[in-house]
T-cell receptor
C-alpha cells in the first residue's frame, strides 16, 4: 500500500533559519507525492507536487522538495523561515486507486522570533 | 483549480443526532472524496463518491454511519449518523480537478463537536 511517514510531529525553527520537514514514502508503483499546508481553522492548500517530471520541485511561498528514489524521500525545505510559515504540513502520496491521497500524520511547524 | 464550499463550517451537536454536511463545487468533477481529520490527527479517507454510483467506503467506515449522496457533478452530501463524542472531527470534502494532474483540492472543512 502507498503510504508516507513524516518524521517529527513538531519542528521549531527561528525566523530566518532553514526549514526542513521530512517525509519518506512507501509505494509499489512510481508515486505521485505532495506537500500540503494547513493554517489554523482552514482547509488544505497545495504547496507542491511531484509527478515524475523534475526531481526538484518548486512550490509556493518559497518552498521546494526533492524526490530521491534511492532514499524513498521527499523532504520539504525553505531556505529562510518566516513567521507566516507557522502551520501544519502534510506529506501525501497517491493511493492505490490512483486518485485519493494517503496522508502522513503531519508536522507542526513553529517559527520563533 | 476548483473552489469548494462546505456547509456548515462548524456545528455543535448532541449525542445521538445526525448532521448532514454539504459540499458544493464551482465546476463539474467526476470524483469527490470525503476525509475525516480527528483532533490533532492526519486526514483519513472515509469514502469516494462518484456521480451515478454508490459511494465506495474505506475500511472502518460504513454506509449506515456515513451515508453519502452524489446527485450531480457539482454537489455531494455526507451525513454523520447517530453521533457520539468520538465523531468530533473536521470533515473535509475534496475533488480531483479537471484534467486531473494528481492533486486534490479541499474545502475549508466542517468542524463538528459532539457533546
Amino acid at each position: 500500500a502507498q503510504s508516507v511517514t513524516q518524521l517529527g510531529s513538531h519542528v521549531s525553527v527561528s525566523e530566518g533559519a532553514l526549514v526542513l520537514l521530512r517525509c519518506n514514502y512507501s509505494s509499489s508503483v512510481p508515486p505521485y507525492l505532495f506537500w500540503y499546508v494547513q493554517y489554523p481553522n482552514q482547509g488544505l492548500q497545495l504547496l507542491l507536487k511531484y509527478t515524475s517530471a523534475a526531481t526538484l520541485v518548486k512550490g509556493i511561498n518559497g518552498f521546494e522538495a526533492e524526490f530521491k528514489k534511492s532514499e524513498t524521500s521527499f523532504h520539504l525545505t525553505k531556505p529562510s523561515a518566516h513567521m507566516s510559515d507557522a502551520a501544519e504540513y502534510f506529506c501525501a502520496v497517491s493511493g492505490e486507486s490512483g486518485y485519493a491521497l494517503n496522508f502522513g500524520k503531519g508536522t507542526s511547524l513553529l517559527v520563533t522570533p | 483549480s476548483a473552489v469548494i464550499s462546505q456547509k456548515p463550517s462548524r456545528d455543535i451537536c448532541q449525542r445521538g443526532t445526525s448532521l448532514t454536511i454539504q459540499c458544493q463545487v464551482d465546476s463539474q468533477v467526476t470524483m469527490m472524496f470525503w476525509y475525516r481529520q480527528q483532533p490533532g490527527q492526519s486526514l483519513t479517507l472515509i469514502a469516494t463518491a462518484n456521480q451515478g454510483s454508490e459511494a465506495t467506503y474505506e475500511s472502518g467506515f460504513v454506509i449506515d454511519k456515513f451515508p453519502i449522496s452524489r446527485p450531480n457533478l457539482t454537489f455531494s452530501t455526507l451525513t454523520v449518523s447517530n453521533m457520539s463524542p468520538e465523531d468530533s472531527s473536521i470533515y473535509l470534502c475534496s475533488v480531483a480537478g479537471g484534467g486531473w494532474t494528481g492533486e486534490l483540492f479541499f474545502g475549508e472543512g466542517s468542524r463538528l463537536t459532539v457533546l
